[in-house]
């Protein structure tokens, strides 16, 4: 089982990225995909959740609708676009996968998701 995530880096406030989450080795198609983020001296939070079935997402309040979650089946790749970008969206972020929509729309810290990938940085200066 393998979740990669991809696309970080260094930018200033207010531009956008893209990161990738490549899976294998699991059912992509009947998992839920989502994305966690983890800054420096915080506990780690839920960002976004894409559902299996008919791609229903779940995005925390506090995005203000910068970010957008989306899934590809067919590359078992699930993506997160964000905007808008600020300073604090400065984290490593994570994707996560699990059969359970439940789980992962509810829990704020992914607590419980099956798999985890390694996460990749992103850092937004002022």
């Known amino acids: 089982v393998q979740l990669q995530a991809s696309g970080g880096g260094l930018l200033q406030t207010g531009g956008s990225l893209r990161l990738s989450c490549a899976a294998s080795?699991?059912?992509?198609?009947?998992?839920?995909i989502g994305w966690f983020r983890q800054a420096p001296g915080k506990e780690r939070e839920r960002v976004a959740c894409?559902?299996?079935?008919?791609?229903?997402?779940s995005y925390a309040d506090s995005l203000e609708g910068r970010f957008t979650i989306s899934r590809d089946n067919f590359k078992s790749t699930a993506y997160l676009q964000m905007n808008s970008l600020k300073p604090e969206d400065t984290a490593v972020y994570y994707c996560a996968a699990d059969t359970l929509w439940r789980l992962c729309r509810t829990s704020t810290k992914g607590h419980g998701m099956d798999y985890w990938g390694k996460g990749t940085q992103v850092t937004v200066s002022s």
């Open positions: 894409i559902r299996a079935s008919d791609n229903t997402t």
């Open positions: 080795g699991f059912n992509f198609r009947e998992s839920s």
